[in-house]
């Protein structure tokens, strides 16, 4: 359901307390156990670092504190190794607990599944981990993550305004209890290199006001500028998410419908909407206006998007995020002093310009503490430092993303990043993912039906396909065709 914003940076998203102190004996165990778990649920395994994350690596009084989050392959030098590490050299309980980062390096679609395990046992699950807040309501409902409310209460941040009230949606379940503290939400976009419009006598100012004006500058591309890559869009099942949500869902809600009927709560599996957002796929690689298939049907084509083709000038239009930008600080992978003036970063327009013209998705990630961990009490006075203004704002510049703070609103360092209100206002125009506890296993049928149209398959056969998959999935019941 579509929300409305108010200015920057207005955001709406989607969506016993005893401690547990554990004994030497029992931390070393631990320890051993998330180092073999990082090994058995990662892509790459991502030792947990010595010192500060040995558990139990001190006196018989230290508590552990495991943090999980997906590493896409820069350990420690990924944005949230080095925000929790720093915030826990600040943490006035630093004394008294042990630091054991542990993350799961995998591609997007790879670490739902895997943190997804990793919870089910007290073995291998951690005390704080990040969760997308699409997935948060599965995670619920199979009794993966802690109520937070009874902490919530007592967080004066929480309960005075300092957190935008919109944001709690996301993170609250069924149940009408939270589940996470939500540190950042986003918008996507069409981002494009000025310069090479400029080579190809498009404007600097780009404004398409429909699919067709993306797909004529495409080809006013391919014919001035041809030994680069009009456009570039997550195409498959090994970006998971991403195809789900920032290709396939920003164009479905471009034609006015959207995945589930509003009225009866089914899911729609056969629709001229369907085909004309698989249509447009389909013309992209068929015209060769997107990338080889090499490059997009692998775990890390966003990473080779964001931080290769796009500062390389290799690639002139991508459809992605805000949150790309952090790639390109000084601190980031990419580091590109000048993509501020190259990018430009236009409102991705309807089919046909319906509506108020432009369509965004919005989500976000938010920490959460999982049903299992044995040490909830100080896991969430972690949360509490993590989320600290002067801390947390140097995170969020890194991940580029918009905040979900009300009272960063006019930090200087946060308002001056290039980008940001215009990211910001997009959410005027925001949907939200459906909440409910399906969408994870439907997005699962999107990404295939997507990568069979990029890859060949016709989009009318593609749909029928995805009709059975969801049907599959979801019963007879609980779809419209």
Not at 45 to 55: E, F, T, Y
Not at 130 to 135: C, K, L, M, N, V
Not at 383 to 400: C, F, R, S, T, W
Request: glycine residues 8%; contains cysteine.
């Amino acid at each position: 359901m579509k929300k409305s914003l108010i200015l920057l940076p207005v955001i709406i998203i989607m969506a016993s307390l005893t401690a547990c102190q554990r004994t030497k004996e029992e931390a070393d165990a631990d320890s051993k156990t998330n180092d073999a778990h990082a090994i058995e649920y990662t892509a790459e395994a991502v030792a947990p670092q010595s010192g500060d994350a040995a558990k139990g690596a001190s006196t018989e009084e230290k508590s552990v504190i495991t943090v999980t989050f997906r590493d896409d392959g820069q350990g420690e030098n990924g944005i949230l190794w080095k925000w929790v590490q720093e915030a826990y050299d600040s943490f006035d309980k630093k004394d008294s607990c042990e630091l054991n980062i542990s993350p799961i390096t995998a591609s997007e679609g790879d670490y739902f599944a895997r943190i997804a395990l990793a919870l089910q046992s007290e073995k291998t699950v951690p005390d704080l981990v990040a969760e997308d807040t699409y997935q948060l309501v599965t995670d619920v409902e199979s009794g993966y993550l802690t109520a937070l409310d009874d902490y919530l209460a007592e967080y004066a941040d929480w309960t005075d305004g300092s957190y935008y009230e919109a944001l709690k949606e996301g993170v609250t379940a069924a149940d009408d209890r939270v589940y996470g503290v939500p540190y950042n939400t986003d918008t996507r976009g069409l981002w494009y290199n000025k310069e090479i419009f400029q080579q190809a006598g498009l404007p600097e100012i780009w404004e398409p006001k429909s699919w067709d004006d993306i797909l004529s500058a495409c080809q006013i591309i391919k014919e001035e500028v041809p030994d680069v890559v009009p456009f570039w869009c997550n195409s498959a099942v090994a970006t998971g998410e991403a195809t789900s949500m920032q290709t396939y869902e920003m164009l479905l809600y471009g034609t006015g419908e959207r995945l589930l009927e509003e009225a009866t709560g089914k899911w729609i599996i056969s629709s001229q909407g369907i085909l004309d957002s698989l249509t447009f796929l389909e013309k992209i690689y068929k015209n060769d206006f997107g990338p080889p298939l090499s490059k997009v049907l692998n775990g890390q084509a966003s990473n080779t998007s964001a931080r290769e083709y796009l500062p390389q000038g290799k690639l002139v239009i991508s459809l992605d995020g805000i949150w790309i930008t952090g790639n390109y600080l000084k601190t980031g992978p990419a580091t590109w002093p000048e993509y501020s003036k190259v990018l430009g970063f236009a409102p991705m327009p309807t089919q046909h310009g319906d509506g108020t013209g432009i369509i965004t998705l919005a989500g976000g990630w938010a920490w959460s503490i999982p049903a299992k961990s044995d040490n909830k009490d100080l896991t969430m006075e972690f949360i509490k430092h993590l989320m600290e203004p002067d801390i947390y704002v140097d995170a969020l510049i890194a991940m580029g993303s918009i905040g979900t703070r009300a009272d960063i609103a006019d930090n200087k360092k946060y308002v001056s990043m290039p980008f940001i209100q215009t990211a910001t206002e997009y959410l005027e125009a925001a949907y939200f993912r459906p909440k409910d506890s399906k969408y994870p296993a439907v997005s699962s049928h999107i990404q295939a039906m997507v990568e069979a149209v990029v890859s060949g398959t016709s989009p009318a056969d593609a749909m029928a396909t995805y009709g059975v998959d969801v049907t599959r999935t979801v019963g007879e019941d609980n779809v419209i065709r």
